[in-house]
């Protein structure tokens, strides 16, 4: 028996190519304008590392075919109530602790009331989404100053900075390709996502797989709740809002299948996320508006997906 | 007379695999003309192209005379050809009406711009009454209808068009014998209105009894071609298979075996059309399930595996009961099911995705999958089964429906099932397929498995089983012992 050729591997790769092309177009467009790169490199890192923590546990959601709209406004629960701890208690290893604990339960409440209702988890996550979303509100009203929730700056300073956002995001993506790919979850949640009903005949539990995705994700979600309250650590109810549309974004851009199945990889996120970063800063140093910038975003965007799902276009025999 | 439609020097590829080679074909009016080869051979390829689904590479087409260069499948139907294709055809969450005119509802528009679903269903009951299919209500999501009603969905859409060509691609092997017969006729109408029909299926006795010429693929290539009184069983396997075939077809012994240890117990299953239905296989055994295609013989299978919603009874295995596939798994039960493209393969999945799933446990070392465990294994499984790919990453989807069928085999082979539940096993697989499958399931009988096989096949239920039991309206009517099993006796039983 044969082995893959390079050219059907190619699709595989083309996202992370993609990531490539866009770093090396960063620093030549950075030495033709004579931008400072390293901060740029800095600024791209803050932006992506949340998007890129809290897509790369969702990748075990969408993977099972569904999806989770509420990872938004998760991350803003586990981030406000972080905060709060640590007003509370002066403890970053306390608000640490509480950021992912909140983000654990809130997965598995969600996830569980799934298994119990028989729902799918997307089902679940938009009661869950306008239920978290209300809950911030009256949080910022309980314990805030104005509209705000606020941890003081010089307090983690210490902590904002590269290298232990890096580390963070490194961890958990260890973690995360280690369960995925090396223990049974990740292929089984696979099979959920290509075929339920053949998944359920091969032994499969979906239920028990919704659950470990949910709580995997949830880590995610608290990590990145974490980070966030270390970038800015003044909330708002508007804190983390954008994450949950930033997350799909990422994972299709990461070349993913939004439906999920057997193409799905913990890559993705992490390639996707940071190739939006850089998207973004090539057009801030270019001074593209952002109307052209949307544009080409997704032009870039469509082209992507379309050389990741090259591999299937065309070649199959008909039975 | 001319042909209807010729084909001349046809190419056609699929990445590295070349599936037709310099086809020439010529379909005469008024002719039922049979293809037949292995899975693989390349009749679906030719007939798909013929019917607007796909594009040769390279050759010629021409459909009265005329150049034929169809922009679809619903092109090629609203001009003439039409094709009842192998795997599921209809759009289960739509409604029967909606399916059979799928891209034709402006035809049902109102002066106001609405469909009228009415006039829609009211059509469709007129499409369906044409080929007899009277129990099936228009409005109905197709998601509800069993295989054979969405198969006859299928026929009906393509019969109200009137085609000049049918093409029927192992349309049968989904069909139970009322619903063959009723093809048949359809058939033999066209035939006798000077049209043409082109049939597919691994039947031969069918195909023999069907059609008028019959016409052999191998490897792409058309072989040779027979008529009517040339039909010979012996030269026709030897050009599908380029050798003749070794060994035994069916079991060799003519005796029930079987050791003492019961398998797999079932005590009294009742509900989704089943009662009271109980039933021991022991190891080494080969039972048969028999009956006609809704007597509850898939039911009970799926039963069996734990994965019917049941009101009553028990199935265990090795004394510990079960209710659910994931338990009846971890126990060393395996469940082919009859609906192999939806029910046992993940088609988008590779062959080392869908044969390594069943096996997890058995690939990992210290709880850890790692991938020169899982190569290894699946390897043995491709090379035990003599799986054809060209390579294990290849998705199941681009295979043919034999080798499809060894991927599920070897799935559950792979994970060491004890106990294995085979509804229509042999199921749109070529002669030589269906040879080694065999072989293989007698193999397990004597390596001491218990074997379930459920299947409308008459003549596989006698030539394989140890033991048959009939089944009729979800109950057990006769259990006939191998030796005993007398076909006329079996189908008394049946009906």
């Given at each position: 028996m044969g082995k893959q050729t390079w050219k059907e591997r190619i699709p595989a790769f083309a996202s992370v190519l993609g990531l490539l092309v866009l770093i090396a177009a960063y620093y030549i467009v950075g030495a033709v304008r004579d931008a400072n790169v390293a901060y740029g490199l800095k600024a791209i890192v803050n932006q992506s590392v949340v998007v890129a923590l809290v897509a790369t546990g969702a990748v075990f959601i969408y993977t099972l075919g569904s999806f989770d709209i509420s990872l938004g406004a998760a991350t803003g629960v586990s981030a406000l109530l972080g905060a709060m701890a640590y007003n509370a208690t002066g403890?970053?290893?306390?608000?640490?602790?509480?950021?992912?604990?909140?983000?654990?339960?809130?997965?598995?409440?969600?996830?569980?009331?799934?298994?119990?209702?028989?729902?799918?988890?997307?089902?679940?996550?938009?009661?869950?989404?306008?239920?978290?979303?209300?809950?911030?509100?009256i949080l910022i009203g309980w314990n805030g100053a104005g509209d705000t929730v606020k941890v003081k700056a010089r307090d983690v300073r210490p902590l904002d900075n590269i290298p232990f956002k890096v580390f963070i995001l490194v961890s958990y993506i260890a973690l995360c390709w280690f369960i995925f790919t090396l223990l049974p979850t990740g292929r089984e949640a696979k099979f959920i996502g290509g075929s339920p009903v053949c998944a359920r005949l091969s032994g499969i539990n979906e239920k028990k797989l919704g659950i470990i995705a949910s709580l995997i994700s949830a880590v995610g979600i608290g990590l990145g709740a974490f980070l966030t309250i270390i970038y800015a650590p003044t909330l708002t109810k508007d804190t983390a809002s954008s994450i949950g549309m930033d997350v799909i974004i990422a994972i299709v851009f990461g070349g993913m299948p939004v439906s999920g199945g057997p193409r799905s990889r913990i890559l993705s996120a992490v390639v996707g996320a940071f190739s939006m970063g850089f998207m973004t800063q090539i057009m801030s140093m270019l001074n593209l508006g952002s109307g052209y910038g949307q544009m080409i975003k997704a032009a870039i965007f469509l082209l992507v997906v379309f050389i990741a799902l090259g591999s299937q276009r065309g070649k199959l025999l008909t039975r | 007379m001319e042909p209807i439609l010729t084909v001349r020097s046809m190419d056609k590829s699929f990445g590295a695999t070349v599936a037709l080679r310099q086809v020439d074909l010529d379909v005469w009016p008024?002719?039922?003309?049979?293809?037949i080869g292995e899975n693989g051979s390349g009749k679906s390829t030719l007939t798909s192209i013929i019917a607007g689904i796909q594009k040769a590479d390279a050759g010629e087409i021409r459909f009265h005379g005329q150049p034929w260069h169809p922009a679809s499948m619903i092109d090629a139907l609203n001009h003439g050809i039409g094709m009842i294709v192998q795997e599921t055809g209809t759009i289960p969450g739509i409604t029967v009406a909606e399916n059979l005119f799928l891209g034709e509802s402006d035809r049902f528009r109102s002066s106001l711009g609405l469909v009228s679903r009415r006039a829609m269903e009211r059509e469709a009951r007129k499409a369906l009454d044409v080929i007899h299919a009277d129990h099936i209500r228009p409005g109905t999501p197709a998601a509800m209808l069993d295989l054979q009603e969405r198969k006859l969905v299928e026929v009906a859409k393509v019969m109200v068009k009137k085609p000049e060509i049918l093409v029927v691609d192992e349309t049968t092997t989904a069909l139970s014998q009322k619903g063959r017969e009723l093809l048949y006729q359809l058939m033999e109408s066209l035939k006798k209105e000077g049209k043409a029909v082109i049939f597919i299926s691994h039947d031969l006795d069918e195909i023999k009894q069907v059609c008028d010429t019959l016409t052999v693929l191998r490897d792409g290539r058309i072989i040779t071609h027979f008529s009517r009184e040339n039909y010979d069983d012996d030269a026709i396997k030897t050009s599908m298979i380029g050798r003749e075939m070794q060994g035994d077809y069916y079991r060799a012994d003519s005796e029930p075996s079987w050791q003492e240890q019961v398998l797999l117990k079932a005590d009294r299953l009742t509900g989704s059309g089943l009662h009271d239905v109980s039933l021991e296989v022991r190891a080494g055994e080969i039972l048969g399930i028999g009956g006609l295609s809704e007597c509850g013989m898939h039911t009970l299978g799926k039963a069996l595996f734990g994965s019917a919603m049941l009101t009553g009874g028990t199935v265990e295995t090795g004394g510990k009961a079960y209710s659910d596939p994931g338990h009846a798994t971890a126990l060393g039960v395996g469940y082919v099911s009859k609906e192999r493209d939806t029910e046992s393969l993940c088609?988008?999945?590779?062959?080392?995705?869908?044969?390594?799933?069943?096996?997890?446990?058995?690939?990992?070392?210290?709880?850890?999958?790692l991938k020169k465990r899982e190569t290894a294994y699946v390897q043995k499984?491709?090379?035990?089964?003599?799986?054809?790919?060209?390579?294990?990453?290849?998705?199941?989807?681009?295979?043919?429906?034999?080798?499809?069928?060894?991927?599920?085999?070897?799935?559950?082979?792979?994970?060491?099932?004890?106990?294995?539940?085979?509804?229509?096993?042999?199921?749109?697989?070529?002669?030589?397929?269906?040879q080694s499958m065999y072989q293989l399931i007698t193999k397990m009988k004597n390596e001491g498995r218990a074997v379930l096989i459920i299947s409308e096949e008459m003549a596989e239920l006698i030539g394989m089983c140890d033991r048959l039991l009939v089944m009729k309206d979800g109950a057990v009517q006769k259990e006939f012992l191998r030796g005993q099993m007398r076909e006329a006796e079996i189908i008394r039983y049946m009906i």
């Open positions: 403890s970053l290893v306390i608000m640490f602790l509480v950021c992912v604990g909140v983000a654990v339960v809130l997965g598995f409440i969600n996830s569980s009331l799934a298994s119990v209702f028989n729902l799918p988890i997307f089902v679940t996550t938009v009661a869950m989404m306008s239920v978290l979303s209300a809950f911030m509100l | 008024g002719e039922i003309r049979g293809l088609q988008q999945a590779s062959i080392r995705d869908n044969i390594a799933i069943g096996g997890l446990k058995h690939i990992q070392m210290k709880k850890l999958i499984q491709v090379d035990a089964l003599s799986i054809k790919c060209r390579h294990m990453e290849q998705p199941v989807s681009a295979m043919s429906g034999g080798n499809k069928q060894k991927v599920v085999f070897g799935k559950w082979l792979g994970a060491g099932s004890r106990v294995l539940i085979l509804d229509c096993p042999t199921r749109g697989v070529d002669i030589g397929v269906k």
